[in-house]
């Protein structure tokens, strides 16, 4: 849920929030504060997270993150994405405190209190940064949505069954797998 300000918050002004156990993103000045995910997200995110870990690593792919990882896009765009990969040749955007521009690879897992603002704002903003994948995995209804790159846009790309991506060659998940308990 967005908290109305006069002025847009920054980036500075976000590492300066409280330390209080709440997540926080800013996108485009204005504070946004999550609950925190409900325990089906955080299965699904862990195997996520591990399945790609597992491929990316061992082959010096380039690095993925968890949440919380701060993804700053712009001084007033600062989002903490589920899941992250930035790949071995873009390694520079990778600083001690975050990452400093847009990942190759976003997934959020969407939850109650975050389906809207994952679906459409969080969407646009990955869009305009240049991200080039961005997985909406919605627990809901057991399915992932891929939306890849093509010019300036994402298009929605088919993973009913399988989930495969030209950013890792060889990399291939059944999307059954993701939701199994």
């Given at each position: 849920m967005a908290t109305e300000?006069?002025?847009?918050?920054?980036?500075?002004?976000y590492v300066n929030l409280p330390n209080d156990g709440k997540r926080y993103e800013i996108i485009d000045g204005e504070l946004y504060v999550n609950?925190?995910?409900?325990?089906?997200?955080?299965?699904?995110?862990a195997k996520l997270f591990y399945e790609l870990y597992s491929f990316v690593k061992p082959r010096k792919l380039g690095e993925v993150?968890?949440?919380p990882c701060d993804v700053v896009l712009s001084e007033i765009d600062t989002l903490q994405p589920d899941i992250l990969f930035v790949s071995a040749a873009r390694m520079e955007i990778i600083t001690r405190a975050n990452v400093k521009g847009a990942p190759d690879l976003v997934i959020e897992?969407?939850?109650?209190?975050?389906r809207n603002y994952d679906e459409t704002i969080k969407k646009k903003r990955y869009e305009r940064f240049a991200v080039s994948e961005y997985w909406i995995v919605d627990i809901d209804?057991?399915?992932?949505?891929v939306h890849?790159?093509?010019g300036t846009r994402f298009?929605?790309?088919?993973?009913v069954a399988?989930?495969?991506?030209?950013?890792l060659p060889g990399f291939t998940l059944a999307v059954h797998e993701i939701f199994a308990d």
């Open positions: 300000t006069s002025t847009k918050l920054t980036y500075e002004d609950p925190a995910p409900n325990i089906k997200h955080q299965k699904v995110a993150f968890f949440a897992v969407l939850s109650e209190g975050t209804d057991d399915s992932v949505r890849r790159r093509v298009e929605l790309v088919d993973a399988t989930i495969t991506t030209p950013l």
